[in-house]
Protein backbone atom coordinates (compact mmCIF):
# COMPACT_ATOMS: atom_id res chain seq x y z
CA UNK A 1 0.00 0.00 0.00
CA UNK A 2 1.30 3.21 -0.86
CA UNK A 3 0.20 5.97 1.81
CA UNK A 4 1.06 10.08 1.47
CA UNK A 5 0.70 12.00 4.56
CA UNK A 6 0.58 15.76 4.60
CA UNK A 7 2.40 16.09 1.07
CA UNK A 8 3.14 19.47 0.16
CA UNK A 9 5.21 20.97 -2.62
CA UNK A 10 6.52 24.67 -3.42
CA UNK A 11 8.27 25.51 -6.27
CA UNK A 12 9.59 29.02 -7.34
CA UNK A 13 8.32 30.82 -10.26
CA UNK A 14 9.75 34.28 -11.31
CA UNK A 15 11.13 34.72 -7.68
CA UNK A 16 7.77 33.70 -6.17
CA UNK A 17 7.09 30.99 -3.72
CA UNK A 18 4.22 28.60 -5.34
CA UNK A 19 2.31 26.04 -3.52
CA UNK A 20 2.21 23.79 -5.87
CA UNK A 21 0.13 21.11 -3.66
CA UNK A 22 -1.42 21.53 -0.38
CA UNK A 23 -1.20 18.99 2.62
CA UNK A 24 -2.23 16.04 0.80
CA UNK A 25 -2.90 13.03 2.81
CA UNK A 26 -4.45 9.71 0.80
CA UNK A 27 -4.37 5.88 1.11
CA UNK A 28 -3.63 3.95 -2.16
CA UNK A 29 -4.50 0.39 -2.09
CA UNK A 30 -3.45 -2.31 -4.50
CA UNK A 31 -5.92 -0.96 -6.84
CA UNK A 32 -6.56 0.51 -10.31
CA UNK A 33 -6.65 4.62 -8.91
CA UNK A 34 -6.89 7.70 -11.35
CA UNK A 35 -6.31 11.02 -10.54
CA UNK A 36 -7.77 13.79 -12.23
CA UNK A 37 -8.56 17.64 -12.10
CA UNK A 38 -7.85 20.47 -13.82
CA UNK A 39 -4.63 21.86 -15.59
CA UNK A 40 -2.17 22.80 -13.31
CA UNK A 41 -4.05 21.21 -10.21
CA UNK A 42 -0.77 19.16 -9.29
CA UNK A 43 -1.45 16.01 -10.87
CA UNK A 44 2.01 15.74 -12.24
CA UNK A 45 3.95 17.08 -9.35
CA UNK A 46 2.10 14.09 -6.98
CA UNK A 47 3.08 11.45 -9.88
CA UNK A 48 6.66 12.78 -9.60
CA UNK A 49 7.00 12.78 -5.47
CA UNK A 50 5.98 9.34 -5.93
CA UNK A 51 8.44 8.41 -7.88
CA UNK A 52 11.27 10.65 -6.22
CA UNK A 53 11.68 12.89 -8.82
CA UNK A 54 10.50 15.64 -6.66
CA UNK A 55 11.02 16.06 -3.32
CA UNK A 56 7.96 17.31 -1.65
CA UNK A 57 8.29 20.74 0.84
CA UNK A 58 6.54 18.56 3.66
CA UNK A 59 4.89 15.51 4.81
CA UNK A 60 5.68 11.85 4.40
CA UNK A 61 5.21 8.80 2.03
CA UNK A 62 5.38 4.88 2.63
CA UNK A 63 5.51 2.22 0.68
CA UNK A 64 3.83 -0.73 2.33
CA UNK A 65 4.48 1.30 5.85
CA UNK A 66 7.89 1.41 5.42
CA UNK A 67 9.21 5.53 5.10
CA UNK A 68 10.78 5.88 1.38
CA UNK A 69 10.54 9.63 2.03
CA UNK A 70 14.47 10.27 1.70
CA UNK A 71 15.01 7.33 -1.09
CA UNK A 72 16.27 8.32 -4.52
CA UNK A 73 14.89 7.59 -7.60
CA UNK A 74 16.91 4.69 -8.08
CA UNK A 75 16.44 3.27 -4.22
CA UNK A 76 12.02 3.58 -5.28
CA UNK A 77 12.41 2.08 -8.30
CA UNK A 78 14.28 -0.76 -6.91
CA UNK A 79 11.56 -1.18 -4.20
CA UNK A 80 8.98 -1.47 -7.09
CA UNK A 81 7.59 1.60 -7.84
CA UNK A 82 7.25 2.53 -11.82
CA UNK A 83 7.29 5.87 -13.74
CA UNK A 84 5.82 5.96 -16.97
CA UNK A 85 6.72 9.62 -18.63
CA UNK A 86 4.03 11.77 -20.41
CA UNK A 87 6.49 12.80 -22.82
CA UNK A 88 8.43 9.26 -23.26
CA UNK A 89 12.13 9.76 -23.69
CA UNK A 90 14.02 9.32 -26.37
CA UNK A 91 17.81 8.09 -26.71
CA UNK A 92 20.35 7.96 -29.34
CA UNK A 93 22.15 4.16 -29.90
CA UNK A 94 19.62 2.50 -27.25
CA UNK A 95 17.34 0.25 -28.78
CA UNK A 96 13.65 -1.34 -27.78
CA UNK A 97 15.47 -4.49 -26.69
CA UNK A 98 18.46 -2.79 -24.53
CA UNK A 99 15.41 -0.72 -22.62
CA UNK A 100 13.26 -3.74 -21.83
CA UNK A 101 16.40 -5.56 -20.46
CA UNK A 102 16.93 -2.44 -17.99
CA UNK A 103 13.16 -2.55 -17.37
CA UNK A 104 13.24 -6.10 -16.65
CA UNK A 105 16.47 -5.98 -14.58
CA UNK A 106 18.31 -8.67 -16.85
CA UNK A 107 19.01 -9.55 -20.34
CA UNK A 108 16.01 -10.58 -22.11
CA UNK A 109 15.66 -12.38 -25.22
CA UNK A 110 13.57 -12.71 -28.71
CA UNK A 111 10.65 -14.57 -27.33
CA UNK A 112 10.67 -12.57 -23.95
CA UNK A 113 10.93 -9.25 -25.82
CA UNK A 114 7.77 -11.00 -28.05
CA UNK A 115 5.85 -11.17 -24.66
CA UNK A 116 6.33 -7.98 -23.55
CA UNK A 117 5.89 -6.14 -26.97
CA UNK A 118 2.93 -8.45 -27.56
CA UNK A 119 1.22 -7.13 -23.96
CA UNK A 120 0.72 -3.21 -25.69
CA UNK A 121 0.01 -4.21 -29.56
CA UNK A 122 3.70 -4.22 -30.70
CA UNK A 123 5.34 -6.88 -33.17
CA UNK A 124 8.97 -7.44 -32.19
CA UNK A 125 10.25 -8.40 -34.76
CA UNK A 126 9.57 -4.63 -35.99
CA UNK A 127 10.92 -3.20 -32.78
CA UNK A 128 13.09 -5.17 -30.95
CA UNK A 129 16.43 -3.35 -33.01
CA UNK A 130 14.88 -0.07 -33.25
CA UNK A 131 16.37 3.03 -31.18
CA UNK A 132 14.26 4.68 -28.98
CA UNK A 133 13.98 7.69 -30.77
CA UNK A 134 12.45 10.39 -32.86
CA UNK A 135 11.51 7.76 -35.45
CA UNK A 136 9.41 6.53 -33.55
CA UNK A 137 5.62 8.09 -33.14
CA UNK A 138 4.23 9.06 -30.07
CA UNK A 139 1.92 6.07 -29.98
CA UNK A 140 4.79 3.92 -30.10
CA UNK A 141 6.66 5.53 -27.42
CA UNK A 142 3.79 5.24 -24.74
CA UNK A 143 3.28 1.54 -25.42
CA UNK A 144 6.82 0.72 -25.43
CA UNK A 145 7.10 2.79 -22.10
CA UNK A 146 3.75 1.26 -21.01
CA UNK A 147 5.65 -2.54 -21.95
CA UNK A 148 8.85 -1.16 -19.73
CA UNK A 149 6.83 -1.27 -16.50
CA UNK A 150 4.77 -3.65 -17.09
CA UNK A 151 8.37 -5.56 -17.44
CA UNK A 152 9.68 -4.45 -14.15
CA UNK A 153 6.62 -5.80 -12.53
CA UNK A 154 6.73 -2.83 -10.30
CA UNK A 155 4.69 -3.11 -6.79
CA UNK A 156 3.02 0.73 -7.67
CA UNK A 157 3.07 1.72 -10.88
CA UNK A 158 2.54 5.50 -11.86
CA UNK A 159 1.42 6.43 -15.58
CA UNK A 160 1.55 10.35 -16.17
CA UNK A 161 -1.05 11.17 -18.68
CA UNK A 162 -0.52 8.34 -20.75
CA UNK A 163 -3.07 9.59 -23.21
CA UNK A 164 -1.19 13.12 -23.80
CA UNK A 165 0.26 13.33 -27.64
CA UNK A 166 -1.30 10.29 -29.74
CA UNK A 167 -3.57 9.80 -32.02
CA UNK A 168 -7.30 8.23 -31.79
CA UNK A 169 -6.23 4.92 -33.42
CA UNK A 170 -3.33 4.73 -30.58
CA UNK A 171 -5.64 5.43 -28.11
CA UNK A 172 -7.90 3.13 -28.51
CA UNK A 173 -5.45 0.44 -28.40
CA UNK A 174 -4.04 2.17 -24.89
CA UNK A 175 -7.35 1.82 -23.49
CA UNK A 176 -7.41 -1.93 -24.46
CA UNK A 177 -3.85 -2.35 -22.58
CA UNK A 178 -5.33 -0.26 -19.22
CA UNK A 179 -8.22 -2.67 -19.21
CA UNK A 180 -5.90 -5.60 -19.24
CA UNK A 181 -3.52 -4.57 -16.88
CA UNK A 182 -6.79 -3.88 -14.94
CA UNK A 183 -7.65 -6.95 -15.06
CA UNK A 184 -3.92 -8.84 -14.58
CA UNK A 185 -1.75 -6.70 -12.79
CA UNK A 186 -1.08 -7.40 -9.33
CA UNK A 187 -0.07 -4.34 -7.22
CA UNK A 188 -1.10 -0.46 -7.48
CA UNK A 189 -1.72 1.00 -11.01
CA UNK A 190 -1.75 4.67 -10.44
CA UNK A 191 -2.44 7.06 -13.75
CA UNK A 192 -2.67 10.65 -14.03
CA UNK A 193 -5.40 11.38 -17.00
CA UNK A 194 -8.30 13.58 -18.12
CA UNK A 195 -9.60 11.36 -20.29
CA UNK A 196 -13.02 9.33 -19.48
CA UNK A 197 -12.25 6.32 -20.68
CA UNK A 198 -9.06 5.74 -18.58
CA UNK A 199 -10.82 6.89 -15.59
CA UNK A 200 -14.31 4.34 -16.09
CA UNK A 201 -11.61 1.61 -16.09
CA UNK A 202 -10.44 3.12 -12.15
CA UNK A 203 -11.39 1.39 -9.26
CA UNK A 204 -10.79 4.36 -7.15
CA UNK A 205 -11.01 8.10 -8.49
CA UNK A 206 -8.95 10.98 -6.48
CA UNK A 207 -10.36 14.45 -7.95
CA UNK A 208 -7.66 17.13 -7.29
CA UNK A 209 -8.08 20.75 -7.78
CA UNK A 210 -5.73 23.58 -7.38
CA UNK A 211 -2.94 21.57 -5.12
CA UNK A 212 -5.83 20.00 -2.66
CA UNK A 213 -7.91 16.57 -2.97
CA UNK A 214 -11.20 17.58 -3.63
CA UNK A 215 -12.26 14.41 -3.44
CA UNK A 216 -11.66 10.65 -3.19
CA UNK A 217 -14.26 7.91 -4.21
CA UNK A 218 -15.12 5.00 -6.05
CA UNK A 219 -15.62 5.30 -9.88
CA UNK A 220 -19.39 5.53 -9.30
CA UNK A 221 -19.63 7.95 -6.53
CA UNK A 222 -17.04 10.30 -8.54
CA UNK A 223 -17.94 9.77 -12.44
CA UNK A 224 -21.88 11.59 -12.14
CA UNK A 225 -20.06 14.52 -10.55
CA UNK A 226 -17.06 14.95 -12.53
CA UNK A 227 -19.37 14.33 -16.08
CA UNK A 228 -22.04 16.41 -14.61
CA UNK A 229 -24.60 14.41 -14.37
CA UNK A 230 -28.52 15.56 -12.89
CA UNK A 231 -26.84 19.70 -13.29
CA UNK A 232 -27.56 21.68 -16.13
CA UNK A 233 -24.20 22.54 -18.42
CA UNK A 234 -23.21 26.30 -17.65
CA UNK A 235 -24.59 27.70 -20.03
CA UNK A 236 -27.74 26.51 -19.32
CA UNK A 237 -27.68 27.19 -16.13
CA UNK A 238 -26.96 30.93 -16.72
CA UNK A 239 -30.10 31.00 -18.57
CA UNK A 240 -31.74 29.41 -16.03
CA UNK B 1 53.35 -12.32 -30.44
CA UNK B 2 53.15 -12.29 -26.77
CA UNK B 3 50.05 -11.67 -24.49
CA UNK B 4 49.95 -8.59 -24.42
CA UNK B 5 50.37 -8.14 -28.35
CA UNK B 6 47.73 -10.66 -28.89
CA UNK B 7 45.40 -8.33 -26.40
CA UNK B 8 46.27 -5.59 -28.26
CA UNK B 9 45.29 -7.91 -31.63
CA UNK B 10 41.56 -9.02 -30.08
CA UNK B 11 40.92 -5.25 -29.24
CA UNK B 12 41.81 -3.85 -32.47
CA UNK B 13 40.73 -6.21 -34.85
CA UNK B 14 38.67 -9.10 -32.94
CA UNK B 15 41.30 -11.68 -33.84
CA UNK B 16 41.72 -14.35 -31.37
CA UNK B 17 43.60 -16.86 -33.86
CA UNK B 18 44.69 -16.78 -36.88
CA UNK B 19 41.84 -14.58 -39.25
CA UNK B 20 40.92 -16.13 -42.89
CA UNK B 21 41.65 -15.08 -45.62
CA UNK B 22 44.43 -12.29 -46.87
CA UNK B 23 46.47 -10.76 -43.53
CA UNK B 24 49.20 -8.81 -43.15
CA UNK B 25 49.76 -8.27 -39.23
CA UNK B 26 52.53 -5.75 -38.04
CA UNK B 27 54.22 -6.00 -34.69
CA UNK B 28 56.68 -3.32 -33.10
CA UNK B 29 57.72 -2.56 -36.57
CA UNK B 30 58.11 -5.90 -38.78
CA UNK B 31 55.72 -8.14 -39.95
CA UNK B 32 54.00 -10.69 -37.68
CA UNK B 33 52.49 -12.75 -40.35
CA UNK B 34 50.89 -12.37 -43.54
CA UNK B 35 48.67 -14.42 -45.88
CA UNK B 36 47.60 -13.99 -49.18
CA UNK B 37 44.55 -15.36 -51.01
CA UNK B 38 44.40 -15.86 -55.41
CA UNK B 39 42.51 -12.09 -55.10
CA UNK B 40 44.54 -10.25 -52.68
CA UNK B 41 48.06 -9.76 -52.70
CA UNK B 42 49.95 -8.17 -50.19
CA UNK B 43 53.32 -6.81 -51.34
CA UNK B 44 55.99 -5.00 -49.01
CA UNK B 45 57.21 -1.29 -50.18
CA UNK B 46 60.12 -1.32 -51.03
CA UNK B 47 61.02 2.98 -51.27
CA UNK B 48 59.58 3.07 -47.32
CA UNK B 49 57.62 1.70 -44.59
CA UNK B 50 54.25 -0.29 -45.39
CA UNK B 51 52.61 -2.59 -48.19
CA UNK B 52 50.77 -2.28 -51.06
CA UNK B 53 47.02 -4.59 -51.05
CA UNK B 54 45.94 -5.38 -54.51
CA UNK B 55 42.76 -6.46 -54.97
CA UNK B 56 41.50 -8.53 -58.38
CA UNK B 57 38.57 -6.72 -60.42
CA UNK B 58 36.04 -8.75 -59.66
CA UNK B 59 37.03 -9.99 -56.19
CA UNK B 60 33.31 -10.64 -54.15
CA UNK B 61 32.99 -11.77 -49.98
CA UNK B 62 36.71 -11.23 -49.63
CA UNK B 63 38.48 -10.04 -46.42
CA UNK B 64 41.91 -8.01 -45.77
CA UNK B 65 43.23 -8.05 -42.14
CA UNK B 66 46.09 -5.54 -41.41
CA UNK B 67 46.76 -4.74 -37.69
CA UNK B 68 49.37 -3.19 -35.83
CA UNK B 69 50.35 -3.53 -32.76
CA UNK B 70 53.31 -1.77 -30.78
CA UNK B 71 54.19 -2.72 -27.41
CA UNK B 72 57.58 -1.52 -27.30
CA UNK B 73 57.59 1.71 -25.13
CA UNK B 74 59.24 4.66 -27.17
CA UNK B 75 58.75 3.36 -30.52
CA UNK B 76 57.62 5.90 -33.12
CA UNK B 77 56.82 4.62 -36.65
CA UNK B 78 55.29 5.87 -39.98
CA UNK B 79 53.70 3.63 -42.13
CA UNK B 80 52.24 3.51 -45.97
CA UNK B 81 49.77 1.63 -47.20
CA UNK B 82 48.19 1.45 -50.26
CA UNK B 83 45.17 -0.15 -51.44
CA UNK B 84 44.74 -1.04 -55.08
CA UNK B 85 40.64 -2.19 -55.28
CA UNK B 86 39.61 -3.49 -58.79
CA UNK B 87 36.73 -2.97 -60.57
CA UNK B 88 33.03 -4.88 -59.07
CA UNK B 89 34.77 -5.52 -56.29
CA UNK B 90 32.88 -6.38 -52.39
CA UNK B 91 35.40 -6.26 -50.18
CA UNK B 92 35.79 -5.66 -46.22
CA UNK B 93 39.20 -4.40 -44.61
CA UNK B 94 40.14 -4.25 -41.34
CA UNK B 95 42.65 -2.28 -40.16
CA UNK B 96 43.43 -1.13 -36.96
CA UNK B 97 46.40 -0.16 -34.05
CA UNK B 98 46.58 -1.06 -30.91
CA UNK B 99 49.41 0.85 -28.79
CA UNK B 100 50.65 -0.78 -24.87
CA UNK B 101 52.75 1.78 -23.16
CA UNK B 102 54.13 0.51 -20.07
CA UNK B 103 57.03 2.95 -20.46
CA UNK B 104 57.92 6.59 -19.52
CA UNK B 105 59.06 7.31 -23.63
CA UNK B 106 56.09 7.93 -25.76
CA UNK B 107 54.62 5.54 -28.68
CA UNK B 108 53.70 6.81 -32.03
CA UNK B 109 51.91 5.25 -34.40
CA UNK B 110 51.49 7.36 -37.92
CA UNK B 111 49.53 5.16 -40.57
CA UNK B 112 48.95 6.39 -43.78
CA UNK B 113 46.10 4.76 -45.96
CA UNK B 114 45.56 5.61 -49.36
CA UNK B 115 42.64 3.58 -50.92
CA UNK B 116 42.03 3.83 -54.96
CA UNK B 117 38.51 2.27 -55.69
CA UNK B 118 37.82 1.19 -58.86
CA UNK B 119 34.57 1.62 -61.07
CA UNK B 120 31.56 0.02 -59.48
CA UNK B 121 33.56 -1.89 -56.68
CA UNK B 122 32.35 -1.94 -52.72
CA UNK B 123 34.70 -2.09 -49.85
CA UNK B 124 33.82 -1.83 -46.04
CA UNK B 125 36.75 -0.49 -44.09
CA UNK B 126 36.83 -0.71 -40.68
CA UNK B 127 39.42 0.82 -38.08
CA UNK B 128 39.45 0.56 -34.83
CA UNK B 129 42.13 2.82 -32.22
CA UNK B 130 43.19 1.31 -28.88
CA UNK B 131 45.33 2.08 -26.05
CA UNK B 132 46.59 0.42 -22.83
CA UNK B 133 49.36 0.10 -20.39
CA UNK B 134 50.08 2.06 -17.20
CA UNK B 135 53.44 4.01 -18.24
CA UNK B 136 54.03 7.49 -18.54
CA UNK B 137 54.94 7.87 -22.79
CA UNK B 138 52.10 9.14 -24.39
CA UNK B 139 50.27 6.77 -26.52
CA UNK B 140 50.10 8.67 -30.08
CA UNK B 141 47.95 7.63 -33.01
CA UNK B 142 47.95 9.37 -36.34
CA UNK B 143 45.98 8.02 -39.08
CA UNK B 144 45.82 10.17 -42.56
CA UNK B 145 43.56 8.33 -44.87
CA UNK B 146 43.13 9.20 -48.44
CA UNK B 147 40.35 8.02 -50.48
CA UNK B 148 39.50 7.94 -53.99
CA UNK B 149 36.47 6.70 -55.90
CA UNK B 150 36.09 5.81 -59.20
CA UNK B 151 32.44 5.74 -60.85
CA UNK B 152 30.14 4.18 -58.90
CA UNK B 153 32.13 3.01 -55.89
CA UNK B 154 31.37 2.99 -53.00
CA UNK B 155 33.35 2.97 -49.57
CA UNK B 156 31.90 3.18 -45.86
CA UNK B 157 34.75 3.50 -43.77
CA UNK B 158 33.95 2.76 -39.29
CA UNK B 159 36.36 4.33 -37.60
CA UNK B 160 36.31 3.70 -33.87
CA UNK B 161 38.69 5.28 -30.73
CA UNK B 162 37.14 4.37 -27.35
CA UNK B 163 39.89 3.68 -25.24
CA UNK B 164 43.74 4.64 -24.45
CA UNK B 165 44.99 7.23 -26.92
CA UNK B 166 46.84 10.31 -25.76
CA UNK B 167 46.71 11.89 -28.66
CA UNK B 168 45.32 11.77 -31.99
CA UNK B 169 44.92 13.86 -35.50
CA UNK B 170 42.98 11.95 -37.69
CA UNK B 171 43.14 13.02 -40.98
CA UNK B 172 40.79 11.96 -44.31
CA UNK B 173 40.60 13.71 -47.46
CA UNK B 174 38.67 12.06 -50.29
CA UNK B 175 37.92 12.65 -53.81
CA UNK B 176 34.42 11.27 -55.16
CA UNK B 177 33.36 10.93 -58.87
CA UNK B 178 30.14 10.62 -60.21
CA UNK B 179 27.54 8.21 -59.00
CA UNK B 180 30.07 7.17 -56.28
CA UNK B 181 29.37 7.16 -52.89
CA UNK B 182 31.24 7.54 -49.21
CA UNK B 183 29.77 6.98 -45.86
CA UNK B 184 31.95 7.55 -43.08
CA UNK B 185 30.97 6.79 -39.11
CA UNK B 186 33.14 8.07 -36.65
CA UNK B 187 33.17 7.10 -33.03
CA UNK B 188 35.51 8.46 -30.28
CA UNK B 189 35.78 8.65 -26.85
CA UNK B 190 38.41 10.83 -25.25
CA UNK B 191 39.34 10.65 -21.07
CA UNK B 192 41.33 12.25 -18.81
CA UNK B 193 43.69 14.44 -21.05
CA UNK B 194 43.61 13.40 -23.64
CA UNK B 195 43.07 14.80 -27.33
CA UNK B 196 41.44 14.24 -30.65
CA UNK B 197 41.01 15.63 -33.57
CA UNK B 198 39.45 14.95 -36.72
CA UNK B 199 39.32 16.91 -39.95
CA UNK B 200 37.77 15.30 -42.95
CA UNK B 201 37.92 17.04 -46.52
CA UNK B 202 35.36 15.57 -48.98
CA UNK B 203 35.56 16.89 -52.75
CA UNK B 204 32.45 15.98 -54.65
CA UNK B 205 33.50 16.07 -58.09
CA UNK B 206 30.79 13.78 -60.47
CA UNK B 207 27.43 14.36 -60.61
CA UNK B 208 25.46 12.01 -58.86
CA UNK B 209 27.92 11.53 -55.98
CA UNK B 210 27.37 11.31 -52.36
CA UNK B 211 28.87 11.58 -48.92
CA UNK B 212 27.79 11.20 -45.53
CA UNK B 213 29.79 11.87 -42.32
CA UNK B 214 28.59 10.93 -39.37
CA UNK B 215 30.51 11.84 -36.00
CA UNK B 216 29.28 10.74 -32.69
CA UNK B 217 31.62 11.57 -29.30
CA UNK B 218 32.35 11.74 -25.78
CA UNK B 219 34.76 13.58 -24.05
CA UNK B 220 34.98 12.98 -20.74
CA UNK B 221 37.49 14.56 -17.53
CA UNK B 222 39.47 17.18 -18.97
CA UNK B 223 40.00 15.71 -22.52
CA UNK B 224 39.59 17.94 -25.45
CA UNK B 225 38.23 17.57 -28.90
CA UNK B 226 38.10 19.02 -32.59
CA UNK B 227 35.94 17.87 -35.46
CA UNK B 228 36.59 19.73 -38.55
CA UNK B 229 34.84 18.48 -41.71
CA UNK B 230 34.66 20.39 -45.13
CA UNK B 231 32.63 19.32 -47.51
CA UNK B 232 32.66 20.54 -51.04
CA UNK B 233 30.21 19.77 -54.10
CA UNK B 234 31.52 20.83 -57.21
CA UNK B 235 28.81 18.74 -59.48
CA UNK B 236 24.98 17.81 -58.59
CA UNK B 237 25.36 16.09 -55.62
CA UNK B 238 24.49 15.24 -51.96
CA UNK B 239 26.65 15.81 -48.97
CA UNK B 240 25.54 15.20 -45.20
CA UNK B 241 28.26 15.98 -42.17
CA UNK B 242 26.68 15.49 -38.58
CA UNK B 243 28.73 15.68 -35.51
CA UNK B 244 27.17 14.81 -32.11
CA UNK B 245 28.71 15.77 -29.03
CA UNK B 246 28.04 14.53 -25.50
CA UNK B 247 30.60 16.35 -23.29
CA UNK B 248 31.02 16.11 -19.54
CA UNK B 249 32.90 16.87 -16.63
CA UNK B 250 35.23 19.76 -17.59
CA UNK B 251 36.21 18.77 -20.97
CA UNK B 252 36.02 20.57 -24.77
CA UNK B 253 34.17 20.21 -27.80
CA UNK B 254 34.40 21.99 -30.63
CA UNK B 255 32.75 21.53 -34.43
CA UNK B 256 33.98 23.03 -37.37
CA UNK B 257 31.83 23.24 -40.50
CA UNK B 258 32.51 24.12 -43.34
CA UNK B 259 29.65 23.68 -46.38
CA UNK B 260 31.70 24.90 -50.63
CA UNK B 261 28.85 24.30 -53.20
CA UNK B 262 30.62 24.98 -56.32
CA UNK B 263 27.47 23.86 -58.45
CA UNK B 264 23.92 24.64 -58.24
CA UNK B 265 22.53 21.09 -57.89
CA UNK B 266 24.80 20.69 -55.00
CA UNK B 267 22.84 19.47 -52.03
CA UNK B 268 24.94 20.10 -48.95
CA UNK B 269 24.23 19.83 -45.29
CA UNK B 270 25.43 19.94 -41.58
CA UNK B 271 24.03 19.47 -38.24
CA UNK B 272 25.72 19.67 -35.03
CA UNK B 273 25.11 19.21 -31.54
CA UNK B 274 26.93 19.26 -28.35
CA UNK B 275 25.67 18.90 -24.83
CA UNK B 276 25.89 17.19 -21.87
CA UNK B 277 23.29 14.12 -21.16
CA UNK B 278 19.85 15.60 -20.56
CA UNK B 279 18.84 15.20 -17.68
CA UNK B 280 15.71 13.50 -18.31
CA UNK B 281 17.44 10.23 -20.17
CA UNK B 282 19.60 10.37 -16.50
CA UNK B 283 15.87 10.49 -14.79
CA UNK B 284 14.12 7.66 -17.03
CA UNK B 285 17.11 5.27 -16.91
CA UNK B 286 17.37 5.63 -12.65
CA UNK B 287 13.28 5.18 -12.97
CA UNK B 288 14.25 1.60 -14.33
CA UNK B 289 16.55 0.86 -11.11
CA UNK B 290 19.74 2.23 -12.61
CA UNK B 291 21.96 4.06 -10.47
CA UNK B 292 22.88 7.69 -11.92
CA UNK B 293 26.07 6.36 -12.31
CA UNK B 294 25.34 3.51 -14.23
CA UNK B 295 22.41 5.55 -15.97
CA UNK B 296 25.71 8.04 -17.87
CA UNK B 297 27.24 4.60 -18.58
CA UNK B 298 24.24 3.39 -20.23
CA UNK B 299 23.93 6.38 -22.48
CA UNK B 300 27.64 6.80 -23.05
CA UNK B 301 27.76 3.29 -24.32
CA UNK B 302 24.48 3.17 -26.57
CA UNK B 303 25.72 6.58 -27.77
CA UNK B 304 28.47 4.90 -29.33
CA UNK B 305 27.34 1.72 -30.28
Given at each position: MLELKNISFQAEDEGKEIEILKNIDLKIEDQFVAVTGPNGSGKSTLAKIVAGILT??????????????DKSITERARLGIGFAFQQPVRFKGITVK????????????????????????????????????????????????????????SKVSIFDEPEAG???????????????????????????????????????????SDGRIEKVGSRDEIMPALMGVGQPCKTLADKL | ???????????????????????????????????????????????????????????????VHIPVVLSQSGLKESVYNDFFVGEDCDVTIIAGCGIHNGGAAASEHSGIHRFFVEKNAKVRYVEKHYGSGDGSGERIMNPTTEIHLAQGASLEM????????????????????????????????????????????????GAGSSVDLISRSVAKDDSSQLFRSRIVGNASCHGHSECDAII?????????????????????????????????????????????????????RGFLK
Open positions: PTEGQILLDGVDITDMLSIAAGRDTDISEICNMLSEVGLCARDYVNREINASLSGGELKRIEIAMIMARKIDLWSFQNLIRVFEKMHREVQGTILIISHQERILNIADQIVLL | MDAIQQELLAQVAGLHEVPEGAYNIRANGEMAGRNTTANIDIITKEDRSGIDIRIKPGTKAESETVQIKGIDSTSRVTRAQVAEEASLVIKEKIMTHGKQHAETDFTVNMAMDQASVSAIPELTANHIDANLIHEAAIGKIAGEQLIKLMTLGLTEKEAEEQIV
